[in-house]
């Protein structure tokens, strides 16, 4: 179906027809011979032709329909899941609800930007200039014929000549430009009348020139340099901040993986005390004793939590395939993953004003506006210096030589410094008014009052951010009080509802609630303490203290790329990346599912003591 466009109905197909038309109308108007080719049409390549990937071998994920026994049961720490990460984040992934996406900063990025420090050190560089050319001129010119007055001759006189020249020349820190150049020249003349044939000359030149305004001073011209060492500082911070959000993003997509098996255990429960109530109703009316309603209402409860199974099964695999995925593995492992770590549930205390001090201090968005400020005002001194007038003093000094074969075959040759001459002198432009120049400084000092309001601003909201923080440790931590109260309270109640039933006096309605109570309960406890555990992760990525506090630092290896000498030395390396090491871990690793910590109770003991 084709996109209609405003009111005139123009389809998409129609807009691009017309458009193609156009283009064809506007190249017919104009006279062949008037235009050259160029290209009035589209090229697109099929698919196939592009890069063929090859298919991962990969087969199709499990649902919530698969039945089937995991082989082997896959014991994963906290403390692993965040080394696992680091090690498969060649490309760095955040957590996205349920999944998990590219943040689009790489290994790379950070190398990449380094790069660009030499790349401006090389305008300092000195350069080498060799030339050499070889030539023949020969031009006609009119004289008049001796031998017949009142007309002329065209002759001409052939020259053949061998021209040479090295040069090295210099650009300084301080804006200074040193040249240094030779230039050997020899000559070959067809006339007799040559002074000397062959003429060898010699000029040999060094010429100094230094800016006193507009291009002098070291730091004016370190600029280009600062900047991109600053763009490195950058893309380092960047970096930083992307590996803070997938530690962070691991942590949250670990403690939903714990909660959602938790959830899963208590649904399973209220399935077994479903059923057993069912199969108890339908006992009793095929003995005579029970009811339709009752067995109505069992099915019906047992239909209702089959139901919030299937869903409780498919936030499990969703969150295990969210885990799977931050951590770089594949979704259809066939091994059941199961956290180890324990989560934290007591009462952690922070500092409101060590919180502060430290985002303020650690956050690399914080510190990468920090960057921007100073990369601005490196741009200002760029800009002040370029609003001065052009005075640049020149200087040179230049020796000539001449040597030669006289026509009786002597040579002949000029003494060493015998012909030398000077230059000095001063080089002075200013445009009239200096408008784009004081344009361009009065722009960036605008910038830099607008940089200096978005890092006010970016103080401002992280303030915000760690209130929020802050506030959400102390609620999750109170609900994970109040939740496991009510869970305790929760199976008191279902243990006397469940005995008011087998003693027959009560319908199977308080039971049923009962039970429903006791699984909401069981789920919102695990989901407050998680939450609790994320938060505590969250307040660490805000302050930009949660690396560190996870002992992960940056190192580098080394790799081998082209060298100072080109493609014809040897290769030399250069900082890559290393893979991460051993480190003391930081959770507690229990051993067994982390569901354990919760205390969960088989709630089937309760049915044997009832009967």
Not at 119 to 133: C, H, K, M, R
Not at 254 to 279: C, G, H, M, P, T
Not at 414 to 420: D, H, K, L, N, T
Request: net charge negative.
């Amino acid at each position: 179906m084709y996109r209609e466009f405003g009111k005139a109905g123009l389809t998409l197909a129609t807009v691009i027809v017309q458009l193609m038309c156009c283009v064809s109308m506007s190249q017919a108007q104009l006279p062949k011979r008037f235009t050259l080719p160029e290209q009035t049409t589209i090229q697109i390549r099929h698919p196939s032709e592009l890069r063929q990937l090859p298919i991962p071998d990969v087969e199709a994920p499990f649902t919530v329909g698969t039945e089937v026994d995991p082989p082997n049961d896959r014991l994963l720490s906290l403390d692993e899941a965040i080394r696992l990460a680091l090690e498969n984040a060649e490309v760095v992934r955040v957590l996205t609800g349920v999944s998990a996406s590219t943040s689009g900063r790489t290994i790379y990025d950070i190398a990449i930007a380094n790069t660009g420090i030499d790349q401006q050190n090389a305008l300092f560089d000195p350069t080498l200039n060799i030339s050499s050319t070889f030539g023949k001129v020969d031009q006609p010119v009119a004289i008049l014929d001796s031998s017949n007055p009142g007309s002329s001759l065209i002759v001409g006189s052939s020259t053949n000549s061998n021209n040479h020249n090295i040069g090295l020349s210099k650009r300084n820190f301080n804006g200074s430009t040193i040249d240094f150049s030779v230039n050997p020249t020899r000559s070959f003349f067809d006339s007799a009348t040559s002074p000397l044939d062959p003429e060898d000359r010699t000029a040999t030149q060094f010429s100094f020139q230094q800016p006193f305004m507009r291009g002098a001073g070291r730091n004016v011209n370190m600029v280009p340099v600062v900047l991109a060492r600053i763009e490195t500082e950058r893309s380092f911070f960047q970096f930083k901040e992307t590996t803070q959000e997938l530690v962070r993003g691991v942590i949250n997509a670990y403690w939903n993986l714990v909660s959602a098996r938790v959830e899963l255990w208590a649904r399973d429960q209220q399935i077994d005390q479903a059923k057993f109530a069912f199969e108890r109703a339908k006992a009793r009316q095929e003995e005579g004793l029970g009811k339709a309603t009752e067995v109505a209402q069992a099915r019906s409860a047992l239909a209702n939590f089959r139901a919030s199974q299937i869903a409780a099964k498919s936030n499990l695999l969703l969150a295990e395939t969210a885990l799977k995925n931050i951590l770089g593995c594949p979704p259809n492992n066939a091994d059941e993953w199961i956290p180890t770590t324990t989560p934290v549930d007591e009462r952690l205390q922070f500092d409101w004003n060590e919180l502060v001090a430290s985002a303020l201090t650690y956050r690399p968005d914080l510190i990468e506006l920090k960057l921007v400020l100073e990369a601005d005002q490196q741009q200002l001194m760029q800009a002040n210096n370029q609003a001065r007038p052009q005075l640049d003093g020149i200087a040179s000094y230049r020796w000539d030589g001449l040597r030669g074969e006289m026509p009786n075959g002597l040579p002949l040759q000029s003494g060493p410094g015998q012909f030398a001459g000077y230059n000095l002198g001063v080089n002075f432009s200013v445009p009239v008014g200096l408008r784009q120049s004081r344009a361009v400084l009065r722009r960036q000092e605008l910038v830099i009052a607008r940089d200096e309001a978005n890092l006010t601003q970016g103080v401002h909201q992280t303030i915000h951010q760690l209130a929020i923080n802050y506030r959400n440790l102390e609620q999750f931590y109170l609900q994970i009080t109040a939740f496991r109260e009510a869970r305790a309270a929760a199976l008191v109640n279902y243990e006397n509802q469940l005995g008011e039933f087998m003693a027959d006096r009560q319908n199977f309605l308080n039971v049923l609630q009962a039970i429903t109570d006791w699984g909401n309960a069981v789920s919102q406890e695990a989901r407050a303490v998680t939450q609790y555990n994320v938060e505590l992760a969250e307040v660490e990525r805000q302050t930009g203290t949660i690396l560190e506090s996870h002992g992960i630092v940056f190192y580098e290896e080394r790799f081998s790329a082209i060298g100072p000498r080109g493609r014809i030395g040897p290769e030399v390396t250069y900082p890559r990346n290393l893979k991460p090491s051993e480190s003391e871990p930081k959770y507690l690793d229990s051993g067994e599912p982390a569901e354990k910590s919760f205390d969960l109770q088989d709630l089937s003991n309760v049915i044997k003591q009832k009967n």
